[in-house]
């Protein structure tokens, strides 16, 4: 409803990172994703120019937070949020592909620490080895938690966290 709309600001889904290892979207014109830069700031990203034809697809691929356990950082989950499309943008017509790609559900989602490229760059843990999550434990915690769990307020502004299966989550306002 309108009212909806105001109370959260257009925003249909906060900012966020996905499970899988890494998400190939397929879209037609007419986008409504927003991607954040690393962890920098949120900048729109959106799949229609000024010149584009309607029926031109774009590609995104984001990296998930499988991928960034594995890759100790090296690979950085996207943070992306859904939000209202702009008001000529409502009545188009959308398609949108989306195909997920995981691992295993019994790999353990520790950095691989034996890469050559990760002993020379450094690992970023986000926990302990002991403690990472097989693939089953994250894609089933973040799938049955979102939007059941209480948010608490985070140190960072605009930033709300949770934890599952042992790591913090972070939700971006």
Same mark, same amino acid.
């Given at each position: 409803s309108?009212?909806?709309?105001v109370?959260t600001?257009?925003?249909w889904?906060?900012?966020h990172?996905?499970?899988?290892?890494?998400r190939i979207?397929r879209f037609?014109?007419?986008?409504?994703?927003?991607?954040?830069d690393g962890?920098?700031?949120?900048q729109s990203t959106?799949v229609?120019s000024?010149?584009s034809h309607?029926k031109?697809? &774009?590609k995104v691929?984001? !990296?998930?937070? @499988?991928?960034e356990?594995l890759?100790g950082g090296?690979? +950085?989950?996207?943070i992306? %949020?859904v939000?209202q499309?702009p008001?000529?943008q409502?009545?188009?017509t959308?398609?949108?592909?989306?195909?997920f790609? &995981?691992?295993?559900?019994? !790999?353990t989602l @520790?950095?691989l620490?034996?890469s050559p490229?990760l002993? +020379?760059?450094?690992?970023? %843990?986000?926990?302990?080895?002991?403690?990472?999550p097989?693939m089953e434990?994250w894609?089933k915690?973040r799938?049955?938690?979102?939007?059941?769990?209480?948010l608490t307020?985070s140190?960072?502004?605009?930033?709300?966290?949770?934890?599952?299966?042992g790591v913090?989550?972070?939700?971006?306002?």
């Open positions: 309108e009212d909806e709309e109370k600001k257009n925003v889904l906060k900012g990172t996905g499970e899988p290892s890494k979207i037609t014109a007419h986008s409504i994703s927003r991607l954040r962890y920098n700031s949120l959106s229609r000024a010149n309607p031109c697809t &774009r691929i984001n !990296v998930g937070d @499988a991928l356990f890759s090296f690979y +950085r989950a996207t992306h %949020r939000v499309p008001k000529d409502q009545q188009a959308r398609l949108g592909v989306f195909y790609c &995981r691992s295993d559900d019994d !790999v @520790a950095p620490a034996a490229v002993k +020379r760059i450094g690992i970023t %843990r986000r926990f302990e080895d002991s403690a990472a097989t434990a894609r915690g799938t049955s938690q979102y939007g059941r769990s209480d307020p140190s960072e502004k605009g930033v709300e966290e949770e934890t599952i299966a913090v989550v972070k939700h971006y306002n």
